[in-house]
């Protein structure tokens, strides 16, 4: 009876060994297998898993870098919110759904099957995945070693982006000048591209952009600037007279400088020098002489401005002109400038009073050509600006008359549209229409009749066919006081 028990028994777990056998190795394979893929953060990619003839105690999961991340058709890692899988069982399909692409997700992809005792079956092949990186939000980032710079000195700026897979590129704009250097690792682990140049006053208050772009999105497009450059440099300096320096008459003098930082002092000085009660200063910055005398002729002005970083001045050499001088007109004759009749005057005194009288004389009869086209231009615009005076003056007395008649030309049609109110004589017959009453006798309406008003001067009689009475009266006479024939009846 044991060893009968016995059999039995062995014989038992031996069926339910080979059942057990023939259930868990009815997974016939795969028909299709994840590939490798690679995809820019942020968006969407896809590994795809059909298995064929699984069984009911098996089931499929996702393996990511070796970590079981889904069973079947649902994720069981909170930390993959982002994942999701496409679940048919009737075709076996088990596709991984990646949404919004992290750095994170990068690594190896494994379909895999298990049994009922959490055991894998088998493995797909491993899908690996590159995760395009974009450098983060707050890159590039422009920065500058000083904060200021001296005329001469070298500025050096960085444009600094992440490092990432595959590498930004970026590229300073707008430089004319300097030298721009190659990628390279700076020590926070980043990698930066430097531009350096040598600082000049046009430099001051210049922008400067660094670009990002990058091979994982041709779209994406990234800029930061640095600047206004503040650029040190000492006063550039200029004198300017407002006029020519009459003898006489009061000269003005004003000093322009260019500075960073501000200017501090300006200073004037005079070479020879010249008394103090001769010039007046305005804020440091307008020189006032008041009485150009004879002896200023040949002075040197001198203007001298000076800020932090160093001083700066400009020179004028004063030329004094007298006023008959200043009151000769210079001509030009082939390109060189000659004097009027007075200095012809002057450069003729030793000649005889005679031979000076008739030149003169000539001189002033003979009126040059520029003088007789001047002359022609003047006279041709007056005889114009009068024709022109004319014509509008007999325009307008032509459009008195119409503009009258217009005005006091009563229409109707006119008054009524334009809301103008129409004037009532003191006597006047309103228009009327109306019908004479029914005859009682005769049984039919009298015809109808109209009134027409006609405006008179002074009084006049009464009309009174408003208020006559159609009296009864026999058919005949009715009609024929009305001018009808009685052929007509």
Known sequence: MYNLGTGKTVGTWIFFYILMLQRTYSFSGFIKEPLDENQAEGDLTFFTCIVRELDETQYVSWLHNGHKISKNGEIILNTYAHYSIDFDSAFGSYNLRIQNVQRRDKGGYICSVYNSYDQIVEKSRTANFTV?????????????????????????????????????????VNTIGGSESGLKESLSGNYEKTYSFTAKQSDNREIFTCELTTSANPSLYRNCSIGPLDVLYAPVVRIQQTRDVILGNEAIFICYSDANPQETTFEWSFDPPISENMFVLENDIILRIKNTLSSLNGTSVLCKVTNSIGSGSSKLIVNVKSKEYINNVVETNNGKETKKSEKINERNENKPKNQNSNSNQQLLQTPSPNNKSRSTDISISLVVIIALGCIVVILGLALIPVGYMRYTRRQPSDTINRGRPVSIPDVYFEPRDHIDPMLPQLGLAAPWMRTVGVQVPGECEYDATYNTQVMPQPRQVYYTQRMYPASSL
């Open 132 to 172: 395009l990186e974009i450098p983060q939000q707050q890159y590039p980032i422009c920065s500058s070693t000083k904060m200021s710079y001296r005329v001469g000195q070298n500025v050096v700026l960085n444009c600094i982006s992440e490092k990432t897979t595959p590498l930004g590129s970026l590229r300073w």
